[in-house]
Structures are given as C-alpha cells and as structure tokens.
C-alpha cells in the first residue's frame, strides 16, 4: 500500500496519549484510547494490502504471514529477552515467576488471554506488570489469523459483498462488546481484553478500506469532517477516564474519529498537521515506541515506587524514545528494510522461523522463573515476607474467605450460599455483611465469639448498603439479606456487622442502612475503611526490607492510597457517630502512629493492597467491641 504520511502521523495521535498516560500524566484520563485507534489503523492498512493484492491475484496466505513476522516479531522477541533480563536482576523471585508466564503467553500472541484471567489494566498492579500492554499485540494478531482466510473465502464465493459481511462481523462485536460491559465484573474485563469485543475496532478501519465511507467531492467536507475526526480522538483522550463503560459503548469516539481521519484526512489542515516532520518521526519508531515505553516505566516503578514526579515523567518520557530509537534503528529498520526489498529465503520458512523464535521465547520465559528462585540469593525474612504474594493459594485464605462458598466471585455461579446464611435456634446470631473487605473478618470473629452463630453473607465488590446499586449479583445478596431481615415474624438476629472497601459518595447510602437496621432492633457493627498501599504489600515489605530499616521501611510503603483512605475514614466516623451503631476505625488501630507492617506472630499484616491476613484480622478483631 502506498506510504501515507499522514497516516505516519495519525499512529504518533496514537502513541502519545499511551506513553503519556503511562507515565502518570493525569491529565490525560484517557490516553488509552491510543490503542483504539492502532487497531483502526491496523484494519484499514492490513485490508488494502489484502485486497490490492487479491484484486491482482497474488495474495498468498504465507507471503501475508512471511511480512507479519518481518514486521513484527524480531522487535518483540528483544523486547521480551531484554524484559526477562532486567526481570532477573530486579524483581523478587515471585514477580519474577509471573513475568516469565507472561512472556511466554505474550510470545504465542496470548496475553490478553492471559490477563483477562490475571490482571486488571487499571488496577494498581498493573503498574509493576512490565508486559501488560503486549495485550493490545495479541488481538492484533488473533485478528490476522482468521481474517485474510475470511477474505479470500469472500472474494472468490462473491455471493456475500467483503463489505456487508465485515459490517455484520463489526455490529456482532460491538454488540458483544456493549452486552459484557453492562454485565461488569470480570464480563467487563473480557469485553477490554478479548478479540469478540475489540473485532469491531479493526473491523472499522477495514470498512474504511473496503469503500464504506462515501466518496465526498466537496474538499471543505472532507475537511470539515477530517477535524471533527481529530476533534473525537482529542476530546477521548481528555474526557474518557479509567472507570468508565470500555470498550463499549465510549471506544466509538476514537475509533469513528480515527476512521473520519482516515478516509477524509489526505489534504487539508488536519493532513498538514499529521504529516508534519516530527509526527511523522514518532509515527515511524511508533511501534518500537509502544513496545519499549512500559517496560521501562515499570521497572523504574518497581525500583523506585508508583507515583512519579514531574521530573520522573519527563525522564521516563525521553528514556522511552531512547530506547525505542534504538530499537527501530537497530532492530525494526533493518527487518523493515529486508521486508521492502524483498528476501531471498521462502515464505514458509521466514514464518516458520519467526515461529520457532517465539516459541524459543516461550520456553525460555518458563526456564527464566525457576532459575531466579534457584541462584539468587535472598534474606530469609524476605523470602518468608515475599512467599505472601501467594497468599491466595494457601489454608489459610480458604478458611479465612470460604470464597467460592459463602464469599461469592465474580464468576460464580451463586449469588450466595442458603447454607452460608442458615440462622440457629439455640445461638445468638450475627451476620458479617459486605464484600471481601467484610469476608476477611468472617473467621476471626467466629473464632473470637464460639457461642455466636456468626452468619457470612459476602460478595467481591458488593457493598452492604439498603439500596445498593451495580450489578444483578451484588443486588440480589442485598436484597436477599434485607429482606430477610424485614421478614414477619422478627428472624432471631442479634447483630449485624457492616464492612466494605467504603466510597466516599455512598456515605450517605450507608447512613441511611445504618438507621434501617436500627428501626428493626438489631446492634450495628460498622467496620471502618482498611488501610490500602500503592501494590501489593507483601511485595512492597520484601522490596523496602533489603537494607532498610523499619523506619526507612515504613517510608518506603506508605502511598497516597493509604492517605486516602485515612481521610474517608476521618469523614465516616462522625457521620455515623449519632446513628446508634459502633464504629471502628481499622485505620487507627493498624496506624496508631506509624502503621503496623506485622501482626503479633510476624506476618505481614496484608497479602495485597489491603485485604487483611487471617493473623492480622484476628488481631484486630481482638480489639473491637463485641457487635
């Protein structure tokens, strides 16, 4: 296809935003959607290659294959060896075993696979997860591997348009897409990640190729439609935020912009700009850009901490295009030079050798881990603090949570458990009512009161308010558990506790539970916000551990999410103080001067951000009043 500047210049729009919004520029909320835009660009350009060389009868299924792998693996597989490399020398040995899956999930193009099921993009371990962003990678490529077969089929049957049938395939996605979002929970997660709901994105910019947008004579339309195209893209990257419905329906703002662009934007102002000298540049290394920028800035994470200062973002910018500079001059330009001019070596077997690279890549990423654990040496406290991160898999989160049994997931099937809610006849009864941040204290208070009955009623993310919004799951259990305490006759329930990860914006909603329960009679427990940090405690401990001391430790832990939640929990107590109910506040327990980084037996007193150890739950349980 011939070279478009402008479209050189519309993958910088693309880039910026990501590397910016990766760096910690907060003013740029939605510097994510450069990635909707790359896969809008990618359809259009993948397609009138397609379809030129179609027309011309020479496409070949391997020769389309033979220029992917000249264009994109050699540049990945040094980012992957290179990312391995300094995951070795840096990381503890647990992230170290996480990063050698990833990248070897990211090497057969399926990361976002992989993350789907381990990783939330926005959630505060995603700032220490080097190869998060090859996700974007894998839907690119799952897309090139049923798409050119989808095209030739439609070309030679002739009885479906290429057009009509890739518009279906776009509406099917979009609609897939808009159906998980509003499902939220881990569905939310599938429509971000998975190929059903991002086709849509590629498929647009395919329709851009196959003649979809009309052919406009009047070059003040064009125009005129070019900048409003420019105008969406800008006002996503600055208005579309991280909490928001994504892909869809918030994803058409970029995406539409980017194909307006592209199929109106060849001459005017918007192709003066694009095309300019410097955008131009940063189109050309935006690959190796996009590659190379979250490597760095997580690992500079890693060693230094999340948040960033100006001058951090501004270094961690210029290394980005450092590296990435490097990487297009030495790695991409000579496999892109090779590509133009043509190779002597077969299709089949420049494929089979990109192949065969990254399944090396693979095996290697799985030797890297177990090697890390064996020949590097570590204090043994740091390795006890650090074999936390795996809390989840151990006896003791099981009996402290009873996930899958009276805590309820996102993907289980229950909204909750009959069994888990069973009231006695002959013990007083209490109900433990929240989310996880109420299902950690479930076992430490039936330890620490046998004669109760001590009922669990917990879901992730739902909150124990009387008019709870959010999805159907977490509805249900609250209406369920209110219903059941409105019921004629009175249940025999003494006491109800209330805990939850708290928002400031449902404090109201949480007052006005609190005076129902006090209608009906029953003793109210509210259990105040957890302390939270920037990452996973355990891996924030073991880090700040070597060399320092407890002081500089401290230092090195503490976060503007634990201010944070100091600050809500300031603003709950004395709004609850006139409602009848007890309120604790964990904060100053755990924090009474500088917070408490160990339980009573030695523990780290959280496994991640702020769910509480069993020891440490216990611990606290062990100082609040009876509910």
Request: proline share 6%; hydrophobic share 50%.
């Amino acid at each position: 296809m011939k070279y478009r500047a402008d479209i050189a210049g519309l993958r910088a729009v693309a880039v910026l935003p990501i590397l910016l919004f990766h760096a910690g520029v907060n003013s740029l909320p939605g510097g994510f959607v450069g990635v909707d835009i790359f896969f809008v660009i990618s359809g259009f350009l993948i397609t009138g290659i397609i379809v030129r060389e179609l027309d011309q009868g020479r496409f070949t299924i391997t020769e389309f294959y033979r220029r992917r792998v000249a264009r994109i693996v050699p540049a990945l597989v040094a980012m992957l060896l290179v990312t391995l490399l300094a995951g070795y020398v840096v990381m503890l040995p647990s992230e170290l075993a996480a990063l050698g899956g990833s990248a070897a999930w990211a090497s057969l193009f399926l990361s976002n696979v992989h993350f789907y099921m381990t990783a939330d993009y926005f959630g505060a371990a995603a700032e220490t997860t080097p190869l998060l962003h090859t996700w974007s990678l894998a839907v690119e490529e799952q897309f090139y591997i049923f798409y050119p077969p989808l095209m030739m089929l439609l070309w030679r049957w002739r009885r479906v348009a290429p057009r009509t049938a890739v518009a279906v395939v776009c509406l099917l996605s979009f609609a897939v897409a808009l159906l998980l979002g509003q499902r939220g929970g881990s569905s939310l997660a599938a429509a971000f990640y998975l190929i059903p709901s991002r086709a849509w994105e590629l498929g647009l910019g395919a329709l851009v190729a196959l003649g979809a947008f009309p052919v406009i004579a009047s070059p003040r339309l064009r125009q005129g439609l070019a900048v409003l195209g420019l105008l969406a893209i800008l006002v996503a990257i600055r208005v579309i935020h991280p909490g928001a419905l994504f892909p869809a329906p918030l994803a058409l703002l970029p995406c539409l912009g980017a194909a307006l662009l592209i199929a109106y934007g060849q001459s005017g102002v918007t192709a003066g700009l694009l095309s300019s000298w410097p955008m131009r540049r940063i189109g050309d290394i935006s690959y190796s850009l996009y590659l190379w920028h979250w490597p760095v800035i997580t690992f500079y994470r890693i060693e230094t901490g999340i948040h960033l200062s100006r001058m951090e973002t501004v270094g961690l910018v210029l290394a980005s295009f450092a590296v990435a500079i490097a990487s297009y001059v030495l790695i991409e330009k000579p496999a892109l030079a090779r590509l133009r001019h043509g190779s002597r070596l077969p299709a089949l077997r420049i494929s089979g050798f990109g192949l065969a690279l990254l399944v090396g890549t693979a095996a290697l990423s799985l030797v890297v881990a177990p090697l890390g654990q064996r020949f590097r040496g570590y204090p043994p406290d740091t390795q006890y603090i650090a074999s936390f991160i795996d809390y989840r898999e151990t006896k003791d989160y099981a009996q402290q949570f009873r996930k899958g049994i009276c805590f309820m997931g996102e993907t289980d099937a229950q909204t909750f458990n009959a069994d888990c809610l069973r009231l006695s006849t002959d013990k007083p009864n209490v109900i433990v009512l929240g989310d996880s941040h109420a299902a950690q204290y479930w076992r430490a208070f039936a330890d620490r009161y046998p004669a109760w009955n001590v009922i669990q009623a917990t879901a992730s993310g739902c909150r124990p308010l009387l008019d709870a919004r959010g999805e159907k799951r977490c509805t249900d259990l609250m209406a369920h558990v209110f219903a059941m305490l409105e019921a004629e006759p009175r249940p025999p329930v003494e006491a109800v506790v209330l805990a939850g990860r708290w928002l400031d914006s449902e404090a109201p909603a949480l007052v006005r539970t609190v005076a129902w329960l006090k209608e009906r009679g029953l003793r109210v427990l509210v259990i105040g916000p957890t302390v939270e940090y920037d990452g996973d405690f355990p891996v924030l401990m073991a880090r700040a551990g070597l060399g320092a001391t407890p002081a500089e430790m401290l230092a090195d832990v503490e976060g503007k999410r634990l201010k944070a939640r100091e600050a809500l929990d300031a603003r709950l107590a004395p709004l609850l103080s006139g409602t009848g109910a007890t309120y604790v506040s964990v904060y100053r327990m755990e924090c009474p001067a500088e917070c408490l980084l160990r339980d009573q037996t030695g523990e780290p007193f959280h496994f991640d951000y702020g769910h509480l150890t069993l020891g440490a739950a216990r611990q606290l349980v062990g100082m609040m009043p009876a509910p």
